[in-house]
């Protein structure tokens, strides 16, 4: 991402120095649960090597846009299918934009993000190098700012508007659905996404993240929007398998989607997703976002 003014500045200046209350504790790795670390560095670092685009997501959903108790295992279906496609509320900013696509990042702590809210609300994961109430603010900051950014200036009213419209609440609870099934009548907007959303966890028991390393080649990219473009990367075309560099899972669920991949005769390399948050202390704040 590029830093683009003073005020970009001015934020990333401030969040960089909050995010050092977030770094990892070297006498952690004391603890049996981090003990591995040392050798999981290697493939940590050839596999990112690989992963040009990330995508965050969970292994369990219920179908998108219904109140239901059927739960669908995510995983199971893109090993079958790939990453598909589908409609998404923060895609559907203009009416040119109705398509369905894939949400991507170039980073990988934003596509942690999606694949924290994922986890089952009783469950954390045991160390995440920076909050998802401190990226979601700081993140929401820069994509308001570059909506302001756009000209000519009716379109800031008219973006504006639209986030706060009827219509764009329910797609996104139609999005959020997938993660729990309890909104009701409860009406959900960005705003509450973006300085809230930290206290949205799916209530799926059992429920995990999925972080899933993507190559460059197998994504066909769609642009769509500059201020959610800021962090995000769209592909209106699936995400195969072969296209997978990695995945990355909660520490306490590596052996379980280790076996998991083993009965389904796929070969796809497991880290353990705070590993993954370790190696990222020691990124710089500009390869971070």
């Not at 401030?14 to 977030?22: A, I, S, V």
């Not at 994961?125 to 756009?150: D, H, V």
């Not at 206290?199 to 642009?223: A, D, M, Q, T, W």
Request: hydrophobic residues 35%; contains cysteine; positive net charge.
């Amino acid at each position: 991402m590029k830093i683009k003014n003073l005020l970009d500045k001015v934020i990333t200046f401030f969040c960089e120095r909050r995010l050092r209350h977030f770094c990892f504790d070297p006498e952690n790795f004391k603890n049996k649960e981090f003990e591995n670390y040392e050798k999981y560095l290697p493939i940590i670092k050839e596999h990112y090597k690989d992963a040009f685009y990330w995508h965050g997501t969970g292994r369990y959903h219920y179908p998108y846009g219904k109140q239901t108790e059927i739960i669908e295992d995510k995983l199971d279906l893109i090993i079958n299918n790939g990453i598909i496609p589908r409609m998404d509320a923060f895609v559907i900013l203009d009416e040119e934009t109705k398509k369905e696509t894939v949400s991507l990042s170039n980073y990988r702590i934003y596509a942690r993000c999606y694949a924290e809210v994922h986890q089952y609300e009783k469950d954390s994961f045991l160390y995440e190098y920076g909050s998802l109430k401190f990226w979601l603010r700081f993140m929401f900051l820069l994509q308001f700012i570059e909506i302001m950014r756009n000209k000519p200036i009716k379109n800031y009213f008219r973006r504006l508007s639209k986030i706060f419209e009827n219509d764009f609440s329910n797609d996104v609870k139609k999005w959020l659905s997938t993660i729990r099934n309890d909104f009701g009548d409860k009406k959900i907007s960005i705003l509450n996404i973006s300085l809230r959303g930290h206290k949205i966890r799916s209530n799926i028991p059992n429920n995990y993240g999925l972080l899933f390393g993507i190559k460059k080649e197998g994504v066909s990219v769609f642009h769509f929007d500059k201020a959610v473009e800021v962090f995000e990367t769209r592909s209106d075309k699936s995400i195969l398998l072969k296209d997978i560099t990695h995945i990355e899972v909660p520490l306490n669920k590596v052996k379980e989607t280790e076996e998991f991949l083993k009965q389904k005769n796929i070969s796809l390399q497991v880290i353990p997703l705070e590993y993954g948050e370790i190696y990222c202390n020691d990124l710089s704040f500009q390869e971070l976002i």
